[in-house]
């Protein structure tokens, strides 16, 4: 289990006309990653932020850039998400018949490279690619949608990626209402990283960073 806890809001979830000042004040509480979906409106049925936003959030923010692909081909689009300015970018197994590709295209560029799971793929997708990913993200709600259930079924899974893991350095990231109460159970199960989108931007930001950083046990380090 890695120790090292950390919160990624996800700008999904973001009011998109006040972006700036928004991000402003996830700098001001020193989170640790900024979560952005890319969407193609075919892997998932919504679609969001492409590489121009990317780079446009880039210009704006030292909070390292967490990029969650959710597209068919992924393999396609690596580069330009690569060229905009992502430090990590995690595929979903689902969306790709050249997950190795993908993986050692990110690694060759210095970035950190991931694995997505959906609820329903089994955590053996991930054994041969172990050796090229920092992180496993765990989708705890089906990807692509806005305020869904939290699937309790994938807390078992986080406890079986977290046993496949065993004391490799990689990160295992949560994704799906995550809210105070769902990230603790996460957190015991092997999570370190806690994506959380309308938890944190439907309410006072900095309420929910400080709630969410005492749940988890995270210093607020202002
Ligand atoms: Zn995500």
Redesign the pocket.
Known sequence: MNNNMKISP?L?AADIFDLKSQIEILERNKVDLL?I?VMDGNFVSRMAFGAEHIQMIKKHTEIPLDV?L?VKHPERHISDILEAGADIITVHQESTTCLYHCLEMIRKKGRMAGVVLSPATSVQNIKYVLSLIDMV?IMTVN?GEKNQVFLFDMINKIKEVSELLENKNIDIEV?GSIDDKTAILCQSAGANIF?SGGYIFNNDIEQQIIKLQHALKIKNKI
């Open positions: 996800s999904f979560h979906d969650h959710m993200l990807p994704d994506v």
